[in-house]
């Protein structure tokens, strides 16, 4: 399903659930817009992106299939009210463990699909900081404007996941890999500001 927020009517209070799920494997990438009522609740099976806190083995729960090596499925979910204050949006860095898998317990393999996850929270910051940042007083349609940022960082993520998985082969050239994983430690300590998970927008 392929959801626009113009399709929405903004009354005194809306509560939506989007879902955003990117699938990352060793040899492809998916994108995939779904709704769902749950707003925060993520379930016993997923896991929020946290400071010092990674992924393992365990965590990828689901069966191995085709050639793939490692597969994993993480989004951005994005859930707002409205109320007499104004809109607010909730962000998250979600990780869906029934989704994802590992064929091995390589080291190598687990610190090359965390990355995916970090880079999935790079883009999780960088879409709060551009929200945060527009000023919708001047705007008209403020569910417009939140709809063309939101595809605008979307297509850049998908862009990086893709450059992330080329330059460094899936991870098999160690070099670049250690380079990627310096790279996204930086970003995301220059996007710290931006690393809550609400804004209000007035």
Not at 10 to 35: D, G, H, V
Not at 172 to 186: G, T, Y
């Amino acid at each position: 399903m392929i959801w626009k927020f113009d399709d929405l009517t903004m009354n005194n209070r809306i509560q939506f659930f989007l879902l955003l799920i990117f699938c990352f494997s060793s040899e492809f990438l998916i994108a995939q817009n779904t709704i769902q009522n749950s707003g925060r609740e993520f379930g016993a099976d997923t896991i929020q992106w946290k400071e010092n806190s990674s992924l393992k083995y365990s965590d990828f729960k689901s069966k191995p299939y085709g050639s793939f090596q490692g597969n994993t499925y993480a989004g951005i979910t994005l859930d707002f009210t409205q109320d007499e204050k104004g809109i607010h949006l909730f962000l998250f860095t979600i990780f869906f463990c029934k989704h994802s898998f590992l064929k091995d317990t390589s080291i190598n393999l687990l610190n090359h699909e965390q990355l995916h996850f970090d880079i999935t929270e790079i883009y999780k910051r960088k879409l709060l900081q551009q929200l945060s940042q527009k000023d919708f007083s001047k705007e008209k349609n403020s569910s417009a404007v939140i709809q063309k940022i939101y595809n605008q960082v979307n297509e850049e993520m998908n862009k990086e996941q893709d450059r992330y998985d080329k330059e460094t082969n899936h991870g098999i050239i160690s070099a670049k890999q250690n380079q990627w994983i310096d790279s996204v430690r930086a970003q995301l300590k220059a996007l710290s500001n931006f690393q809550g998970n609400d804004i209000l927008i007035k």
